[in-house]
């Protein structure tokens, strides 16, 4: 199966849908077992909208936290079983995204209510 392929039915519209899973959420604050980290450490963003499974792949990014900030970097688009463990040429333009850090929390935070 190709990264453009999806395992079960065609999904409609573009076939993605924003993550909404209270685990990668939780991931997305840093609160993360390890079952919803993707192989390189990065965290999803988008998953299918058919299955929500890793497997049809996700765009992916890597979370760090500083003092006062929150910070994307290293997008890429992978699954469980095709893990890019380094920078993703693909999404090497994409610049890195930066949240102010209660901000980013309580917009979390809202969303897993």
Do not use: H, K
Request: with cysteine; proline share 7%; charged share 25%.
């Amino acid at each position: 199966m190709s990264r453009f392929e999806c395992a079960g039915l065609t999904p409609s519209g573009n076939g993605f849908i924003v993550t909404r899973d209270p685990d990668d959420l939780r991931a997305l604050l840093g609160r993360s077992d390890q079952d919803n980290e993707l192989p390189s450490g990065r965290v999803p963003l988008y998953t299918c909208s058919l299955c929500g499974d890793f497997g049809c792949g996700v765009l992916a990014v890597r979370v760090t936290y500083d003092r006062d900030t929150v910070r994307w970097t290293d997008f890429a688009w992978e699954s469980e079983s095709e893990p890019v463990l380094g920078p993703s040429p693909d999404y090497a333009a994409l610049p890195a995204i930066e949240f102010d850090l209660v901000e980013y929390e309580t917009v979390l935070r809202q969303l897993l209510r």
